[in-house]
Each structure stands twice: as C-alpha cells, then as structure tokens.
C-alpha cells in the first residue's frame, strides 16, 4: 500500500495493514524465510542467503528486541546458509532450521539450548518446515531420505531432547517430493509441500498422517 515495510509486515484480520506493527529504521537487510509467534505476541524471523544468516525477534510493536541475542550473526560464511524453519515451544524456546549444519534449540534469550542435543549425522537434506506438539516433540519436514541413518523420506519425528523419536516411523517410500509445511495436534500429523505421490497413494499437496 506504498507503506515501508521491509522484509515484514503485519495484517488486520480483514486483510488490511496493520499500522500498529511499525518496524523502525532500515528493517531487515535480508529476505525472510521463516518466522514463528511466541506467546508473548513477540516476531522470530529467521532468513538470510548464501553470504549470511540471520535470526532476529521483533516485539509485538515491530520494534527490535535487544533481549534476544543468538548466536548467529549476519557473516559471510559459505557453511551456513539462509534458516528455513522456526518453530517455538511452549517455554518460548525457538527451534531453527535450514540448509546449515543441523536443527538447533535456543532458549527465549537467544543464547544456545544445551539440553537439545541431537545426535548422530542428522539428516541428509535441508528443513523446510518445523512443528512443535503438546509434549515438546518436533516434527521435522524438508527434503531428505534419512535421519541418522535411519530412512525418513521427508519427514521425522523428534524427542523433546533432541534424538531421533523411533516410534514415529513413517512406512514405504515417502513422498515423491519435498515437505514444506507440519502441522501437528498430537495424535496426528499433516503434511504439505511439492510432492503428488505419499508412499502408494495419490496425494495433491498435502497429507494427513
């Protein structure tokens, strides 16, 4: 609507700007390729490209919140590429991943979460899409065959801990695609993404496990 909003922006429920999500000064210098809403009202947007990534979290007004500090500042290094995925808990710690070395957990300041410790090789391909159940446990969307190790065609479950949760052990083949979105209510887990086959059937877009 000709308003500066860079990279961001805020919509009423009936679709128009909302003028009370004012992000200040240059905004982001990046596009966004994930972003997730604590309890709190508060922005995590994750991005980047190919020279840096980058995680931030806006306060409800738009506004910076200097209170989060991650440990992942904007700098020019070939093995991190942009965040595709944000998910956060019910502590309001952020889940992140992307096309860079593993899935991670931050605590609501920003800082790493140590008790979140995947193990093993992790997965072979990027995270295109993180959800969060009741009991903290993480299901895991992109595009890739196995996690480590064990064949996950695109799509894993993962304990509050981080280890790979062997009871969610989708059967056959996968998707013949890639998974770019997880919703989950507990006992059931739907998926989207770029795919027309799920194992044997037929499926357009999106499919509920």
């Given at each position: 609507?000709?308003?500066p909003?860079?990279?961001?922006?805020r919509?009423n429920?009936?679709?128009?700007?909302?003028?009370?999500?004012?992000?200040?000064?240059?905004?982001?210098?990046?596009?966004?390729?994930a972003?997730?809403?604590?309890?709190a009202g508060?922005?995590?947007v994750?991005g980047?490209?190919?020279?840096?990534?980058y995680?931030?979290?806006?306060?409800?007004?738009?506004?910076?919140?200097?209170?989060?500090?991650p440990?992942y500042?904007?700098?020019?290094?070939?093995?991190?590429?942009?965040?595709?995925?944000?998910?956060?808990?019910?502590?309001?710690?952020?889940?992140?991943?992307?096309?860079?070395?593993?899935?991670?957990?931050?605590?609501?300041?920003?800082?790493?979460?140590?008790?979140?410790?995947?193990?093993?090789?992790?997965?072979?391909?990027?995270?295109?899409?993180?959800?969060?159940?009741g009991?903290?446990?993480?299901?895991?969307?992109?595009?890739?065959t196995?996690?480590n190790?064990?064949?996950?065609?695109?799509?894993?479950?993962l304990?509050?801990?981080?280890?790979l949760?062997?009871?969610?052990?989708?059967?056959?083949?996968?998707?013949?695609?890639?998974?770019?979105?997880?919703?989950?209510?507990?006992?059931?887990?739907?998926?989207?993404?770029?795919?027309?086959?799920?194992?044997?059937?037929l499926?357009?877009?999106?499919?509920?496990?």
């Open positions: 609507n000709g308003t909003r860079p990279s961001i922006a919509l429920a009936d679709g128009s700007l909302d003028s009370s999500f004012a992000p200040t000064g240059s905004g982001l210098d990046g596009p966004v390729w972003l997730a809403i604590d309890g508060r922005v995590v994750g980047g490209d190919h020279s840096f990534t995680i931030a979290r806006l306060n409800a007004n738009g506004i910076y919140d200097y209170s989060f500090s440990p500042p904007p700098r020019p290094d070939p093995s991190w590429f942009e965040i595709g995925a944000l998910a956060i808990d019910g502590s309001g710690r952020v889940v992140v991943g992307g096309f860079y070395d593993d899935i991670t957990r931050l605590n609501a300041d920003g800082s790493l979460d140590s008790s979140f410790a995947p193990t093993g090789s992790g997965r072979d391909g990027p995270v295109g899409a993180l959800a969060i159940d009991s903290g446990r993480i299901v895991v969307g992109g595009f890739f196995s996690y190790g064990t064949p996950r065609p695109s799509i894993a479950r304990n509050a801990d981080g280890s949760d062997s009871s969610f052990a989708p059967t056959g083949s996968g998707p013949n695609g890639s998974v770019l979105t997880v919703a989950t209510d507990d006992e059931r887990v739907v998926v989207g993404g770029y795919f027309t086959i799920y194992g044997s059937a499926a357009r877009y999106y499919l509920e496990l």
